[in-house]
């Protein structure tokens, strides 16, 4: 049996309500800078204000027009990040590349929702503005696999490509999906990561149904998302992109590569319970399998970035899914959420999130939980109130992703 390959990351890139560039993002990360605002939506009974982490994207600015007819804005928003990746890979000149092969060099992208502005711009066209006939590249705007391919084409990576749609495991998955193409062999290197563009009148008022949106907060709409706070209302949509580059890691030294940290562990369960409840069970299990397939214990990981939605239930499960995983180890552990200021960008959740604790491991720097002045008390583990923590000597972090459905996803990440 072949032995398998380690996998290092390359490369970062970002387009997020807290910073269009990696060194942005985690400089608002630290300093608890909340992207979180209330926007007005025009809706057919009028217009409604909204919290959302939404993006100020002039898509102008970094496309043709005629490239544009054929691009989605979720699209738009992974194009950019991973322009961003692969420069910081030393990827963006082909001729740079050393020994790595186009056929080699695959795609895999997690979205929940894809082109849910193109669709629901067709919606509105059919039905309240009565058009005949819709734009004729409406199908390929709105479908969940078009930005892969426009990566794809973009770079021109001819190996695996591939598209997860996992609710809000949707990018934690692609991730460890292409960790495991290029640990056995079938790929060299795999631009990965997720996206998501759903601030839209349709996905916005399916939301609102649920009544799992948070209410906007008395210190203001940018405080209204507080993961486990004794005063929290619930989550807050967003907006955005995280992508990244994975290589084998023989490859990357060959081609003198920065080697920024290794994707070490990656496991994913499925709860098996409820479509909206999640189950503390399944989520330790995902810790665990990821810890064993990572080749550590409890005790290594020295920073946790939690799902950490700001929802009534899922804030409780998760803490209580730590303790199972992490047993004596749960008390040391420090934890945070950082959806409190970039909010919840669903399936590009995970690589957001997996990007910022990469980020972390770098800087020796733990990003707070914005707003926790006044935990749950059923939330009882270190979720680093406030302030940032310097955490020196740091060597391994782990991020969960957590889905409806009771999809699970674990990365974990070490030091290069």
Same mark, same amino acid.
């Not at 002039?58 to 990040?81: E, G, Y």
């Not at 990572?294 to 939690?306: E, F, K, P, Q, T």
């Given at each position: 049996?072949?032995?398998?390959?380690?996998?290092?990351?390359?490369?970062?890139?970002?387009?997020?309500?807290?910073?269009?560039?990696?060194?942005?993002?985690?400089?608002?990360?630290?300093?608890?800078?909340?992207?979180?605002?209330?926007?007005?939506?025009?809706?057919?009974?009028?217009?409604?204000?909204?919290?959302?982490?939404?993006?100020?994207?002039?898509?102008?600015?970094?496309?043709?027009?005629?490239?544009?007819?054929?691009?989605?804005?979720?699209?738009?928003?992974?194009?950019?990040?991973?322009?961003?990746?692969?420069?910081?890979?030393?990827?963006?000149?082909?001729?740079?590349?050393?020994?790595?092969?186009?056929?080699?060099?695959?795609?895999?992208?997690?979205?929940?929702?894809?082109?849910?502005?193109?669709?629901?711009?067709?919606?509105?066209?059919?039905?309240?503005?009565?058009?005949?006939?819709?734009?004729?590249?409406?199908?390929?705007?709105?479908?969940?696999?078009?930005?892969?391919?426009?990566?794809?084409?973009?770079?021109?990576?001819?190996?695996?490509?591939?598209?997860?749609?996992?609710?809000?495991?949707?990018?934690?998955?692609?991730?460890?999906?292409?960790?495991?193409?290029?640990?056995? =062999?079938? %790929?060299? $290197? #795999?631009?990965? *990561?997720?996206?998501? @563009?759903? !601030? /839209?009148?349709?996905? +916005?008022?399916?939301?609102?149904?649920?009544?799992?949106?948070?209410?906007?907060?008395?210190?203001?709409?940018?405080?209204?998302?507080?993961?486990?706070?004794?005063?929290?209302?619930?989550?807050?949509?967003?907006?955005?992109?995280?992508?990244?580059?994975?290589?084998?890691?023989?490859?990357?030294?060959?081609?003198?590569?920065?080697?920024?940290?290794?994707?070490?562990?990656?496991?994913?369960?499925?709860?098996?319970?409820?479509?909206?409840?999640?189950?503390?069970? =399944?989520? %330790?299990? $995902? #810790?665990?399998? *990821?810890?064993?397939? @990572?080749? !550590? /214990?409890?005790?290594? +990981?020295?920073?946790?970035?939690?799902?950490?939605?700001?929802?009534?239930?899922?804030?409780?499960?998760?803490?209580?899914?730590?303790?199972?995983?992490?047993?004596?180890?749960?008390?040391?552990?420090?934890?945070?959420?950082?959806?409190?200021?970039?909010?919840?960008?669903?399936?590009?959740?995970?690589?957001?999130?997996?990007?910022?604790?990469?980020?972390?491991?770098?800087?020796?720097?733990?990003?707070?939980?914005?707003?926790?002045?006044?935990?749950?008390?059923?939330?009882?583990?270190?979720?680093?109130?406030?302030?940032?923590?310097?955490?020196?000597?740091?060597?391994?972090?782990?991020?969960?992703?957590?889905?409806?459905?009771?999809?699970?996803?674990?990365?974990?990440?070490?030091?290069?």
């Amino acid at each position: 049996m072949t032995a398998l390959r380690r996998v290092a990351i390359t490369g970062l890139g970002i387009v997020s309500p807290i910073g269009t560039s990696c060194a942005a993002f985690f400089e608002s990360l630290l300093a608890a800078r909340s992207g979180i605002r209330a926007i007005d939506v025009a809706f057919p009974t009028g217009t409604e204000s909204v919290l959302a982490g939404d993006i100020d994207f002039n898509p102008d600015s970094h496309f043709a027009k005629a490239k544009l007819l054929t691009m989605d804005r979720v699209s738009q928003f992974a194009l950019v990040a991973a322009r961003e990746a692969m420069q910081q890979a030393g990827l963006g000149d082909p001729s740079t590349w050393g020994g790595l092969q186009h056929e080699r060099f695959g795609v895999s992208m997690g979205t929940g929702s894809g082109g849910a502005g193109s669709l629901d711009a067709a919606y509105t066209a059919l039905l309240e503005q009565k058009v005949a006939r819709l734009r004729p590249m409406t199908v390929v705007l709105a479908m969940n696999n078009a930005t892969a391919a426009h990566l794809s084409m973009e770079f021109g990576l001819k190996g695996p490509n591939s598209t997860v749609s996992n609710a809000c495991a949707s990018s934690a998955t692609a991730i460890g999906d292409a960790f495991r193409q290029i640990r056995h =062999g079938y %790929a060299d $290197a #795999m631009l990965v *990561g997720g996206a998501e @563009a759903l !601030l /839209n009148r349709g996905t +916005i008022k399916a939301w609102q149904a649920m009544h799992t949106l948070a209410r906007p907060h008395a210190d203001g709409p940018q405080a209204s998302c507080r993961p486990f706070s004794k005063d929290r209302t619930g989550l807050v949509l967003s907006e955005g992109s995280a992508m990244l580059v994975l290589e084998d890691w023989e490859t990357a030294k060959r081609r003198g590569a920065t080697i920024l940290a290794e994707l070490a562990g990656y496991a994913s369960t499925t709860d098996a319970h409820h479509l909206t409840q999640p189950e503390a069970q =399944g989520q %330790a299990s $995902a #810790m665990v399998l *990821g810890l064993q397939d @990572a080749g !550590l /214990n409890a005790a290594d +990981i020295g920073y946790l970035n939690a799902h950490g939605t700001a929802t009534e239930v899922g804030d409780v499960v998760e803490t209580n899914a730590i303790r199972l995983a992490f047993q004596g180890a749960a008390d040391a552990l420090p934890v945070s959420s950082t959806k409190g200021v970039h909010g919840h960008s669903m399936g590009a959740a995970g690589a957001m999130e997996f990007l910022a604790s990469v980020m972390a491991l770098r800087a020796g720097q733990l990003p707070p939980t914005a707003f926790l002045a006044t935990p749950d008390p059923r939330c009882d583990l270190d979720y680093i109130p406030l302030q940032p923590r310097d955490s020196k000597g740091l060597r391994a972090v782990m991020s969960n992703s957590f889905a409806f459905g009771g999809s699970n996803s674990v990365l974990i990440a070490k030091t290069a």
